[in-house]
């Protein structure tokens, strides 16, 4: 197996916006010099309000950082700015000495690395999570999808319609599957 190359999103803790929104309801009443902190994987993140935006700290090097709003609907959507790029971003990624955006940090998703077998595990895992919920039994290919219940309160024709539709991706799956199982348990004839 090749050696990986690319860093993921996975990799670096982030900061999203559930955090600036309990960041600035902490912060709006504090003293001025008044400072949060979060323990990460990569350190302690201090965080502290500036004139206009806020700033954090982390392993002693400081970033201002700042939000912008757009509009969205009727409302509107905050997001930070990236301190290095200046693009917006919905999460900003921590290293051990800086923070940024997932494209500074050159971040991949897990889900750029799919090969076609992934994509099919994943899209099984989400049509089942849609219809039972997340739980180890579904979660487990190995096990048939008529063994599941009908959930309550999903009429029976949009159970068996799901579950047609369920049935011929997990086919088209396990056929595909088939050849890579033949070669790693060599094919027994």
Not at 23 to 44: I, N, V
Not at 100 to 123: F, I, P, T, V
Not at 170 to 181: D, G, K, L
Request: charged content about 25%.
């Amino acid at each position: 197996m090749r050696d990986r190359t690319r860093s993921y999103t996975t990799d670096l803790p982030r900061i999203g916006l559930p955090f600036l929104a309990n960041m600035r309801s902490r912060l709006a009443d504090a003293e001025p010099g008044t400072q949060l902190y979060t323990q990460t994987e990569s350190g302690t993140l201090y965080t502290f309000r500036q004139a206009d935006s806020y700033a954090m700290t982390i392993n002693g090097v400081t970033r201002a950082i700042r939000t912008t709003i757009t509009q969205a609907g009727y409302g509107v959507r905050e997001w930070y700015v990236c301190p290095h790029c200046m693009k917006r971003a919905a999460k900003l990624y921590i290293g051990k000495k800086d923070i940024g955006c997932r494209e500074c940090w050159r971040l991949h998703y897990k889900s750029q690395s799919a090969d076609r077998l992934d994509r099919m595990r994943m899209k099984i895992r989400q049509q089942r999570y849609a219809i039972w919920g997340n739980n180890d039994l579904t979660n487990n290919l190995f096990n048939d999808i008529r063994m599941f219940p009908k959930p309550k309160g999903m009429r029976w024709a949009t159970f068996d319609r799901k579950r047609a539709e369920l049935s011929v991706i997990e086919m088209a799956y396990w056929q595909a599957f088939s050849p890579v199982v033949d070669k790693i348990t060599g094919r027994v004839r």
